[in-house]
Nanobody, 114 residues
C-alpha cells in the first residue's frame, strides 16, 4: 500500500522559514514527478512546485524566489524549503506523487502570522 506522509508544518511569524518533507513508501513504480500543492481556507487547491526524477523543477510565480523544492531520489523524499513566509502562504500543504497513478498525502498545516 502506497503511503505519502508530509511533515514539517507549523506556526511561524511573517518573514520566517519552514521546511516541509514528504516521504513515500510502498511504491513499486518509478516516481516520475513529486510536487507540492496548497489549499487555503475557502480557496481551491493550487500547485506550488514540482520536480521530476531528472531534476527538472518549477515553482509557481507566487513563491518563486522564496520557496525551493528539492528531491532525494534514493529516499523517495521531496522537500520544500520556504523562506520569507507571508500570511498569504497560510494553507494546508499537500504532497503529490506521480508514479503511474497519482498519490496524495494527508497534508500539513502551515500558518504564518503577521
Amino acid at each position: 500500500q502506497v503511503q505519502v506522509l508530509e511533515s514539517g508544518g507549523g506556526l511561524v511569524q511573517a518573514g520566517g522559514s519552514l521546511r516541509l518533507s514528504c516521504g513515500v513508501s510502498g511504491i513499486f513504480f518509478p516516481i516520475r514527478v513529486m510536487g507540492w500543492y496548497r489549499q487555503a481556507p475557502g480557496k481551491q487547491r493550487e500547485w506550488v512546485a514540482s520536480i521530476s526524477n531528472g531534476g527538472s523543477l518549477n515553482h509557481a510565480d507566487s513563491v518563486k524566489g522564496r520557496f525551493t523544492i528539492t528531491r532525494d531520489n534514493a529516499k523517495n523524499t521531496v522537500y520544500l524549503q520556504m523562506n520569507s513566509l507571508k500570511p498569504e502562504d497560510t494553507a494546508v500543504y499537500y504532497c503529490n506523487v506521480e508514479a503511474g497513478n497519482s498519490y496524495w498525502g494527508q497534508g500539513t498545516q502551515v500558518t504564518v502570522s503577521s
